[in-house]
């Protein structure tokens, strides 16, 4: 006499979900994945919550994240508490000494440790950096210095994460690094997070971000471009269909493929373990960037 079996059906699809997972984690296993934390995914509990455990769970499974962050939100109230106007200029943040005073604050002193407490209370084990630890990141005035304490990266050192990596720590480093002279200047974390993935030759870069990806109609999610080729990428630049705030994501993607990454991701970090949904199953998410079609054959 048969019977019903006393499974249910989410936990089967829990563990098809891991079972598909499967030659992923054994694909990615001691590679490096950079990851630029911001948007949505920082400042939503829910999403805090999920990004942290993603992370945990990477390293856990012998995957070794890497975790760049800014903190413009967070930087903006504490400026406002402290009766500092913010000031902006082509997207950039004009940062003057006060100002950088108070991003060195924000960013290395709270969301810093905020996002290393967060993931070593899920089981991770986070260490906290900036770009002056170790000579990790050395800064240079970005443009002609009209923004400021501005800068970008003219160097990166990422032999200070070998050891790290090597142990199952997760990095988290804050944008903010020193230029030769010692001064401190606040960096793009978009620009830190490509430029250190083509430092470490990582795997994946991944920027979370508040959109579904790179858009063909940037009013129609359906319209979300899952897979294209670094000639591709630079083309929907040219034509004006990756404009506005996606352009300088992109533009990253770009830099760090030509630079040896594997392959770039711009996903949405507003939906839940986005991370794992990128990396360990078959669709993704987002849009994956690579450099040639040769590299998008299974």
Not at 175 to 197: Q, R, Y
Not at 201 to 227: C, F, H, M, N, Y
Request: hydrophobic share 45%; charged share 20%.
């Amino acid at each position: 006499m048969s019977s019903e079996p006393l499974v249910s059906a989410e936990d089967t699809l829990r563990v098809s979900v891991l079972s598909e997972a499967l030659p992923y984690i054994q694909r990615f296993a001691g590679r490096r994945i950079v990851v630029k934390y911001g948007g949505a995914a920082m400042v939503r509990e829910d999403l805090r919550e999920a990004v942290f455990r993603d992370l945990a769970l990477l390293a856990c499974v012998g995957v070794q994240p890497v975790v760049v962050h800014g903190g413009g939100p967070e930087i903006n109230q504490w400026l406002g508490r402290l009766a500092i106007e913010p000031q902006f200029r082509d997207g950039l943040r004009i940062t003057d000494a006060d100002t950088m005073d108070v991003v060195e604050m924000v960013l290395i002193g709270r969301v810093n440790k905020q996002i290393v407490n967060g993931i070593n209370r899920v089981g991770g084990r986070a260490v906290g950096l900036a770009g002056c630890d170790g000579g990790l990141l050395e800064a240079r005035p970005w443009g002609n210095g009209s923004h400021g304490l501005v800068g970008d990266v003219a160097g990166v050192n990422p032999q200070v994460l070998d050891p790290l990596l090597d142990h199952g720590y997760i990095p988290v480093i804050s944008s903010v690094a020193p230029s030769e002279e010692g001064e401190s200047h606040n960096i793009n974390a978009d620009t830190v997070a490509g430029e250190l993935a083509a430092a470490l030759q990582a795997e994946k870069l991944i920027l979370l971000t508040d959109t579904p990806g790179i858009l063909v109609d940037r009013d129609d999610p359906r319209s979300l471009v899952r897979q294209l080729t670094l000639p591709e990428a630079r083309r929907l630049i040219a034509d004006g269909v990756v404009n506005g705030g996606m352009t300088p994501k992109t533009e990253c993607c770009i830099r760090a493929l030509a630079q040896g990454v594997r392959a770039a991701h711009i996903v949405d970090g507003r939906v839940p373990h986005a991370l794992l949904l990128e990396v360990f199953t078959n669709a993704g998410i987002g849009t994956m960037v690579v450099g040639s079609s040769k590299a998008l054959q299974p």
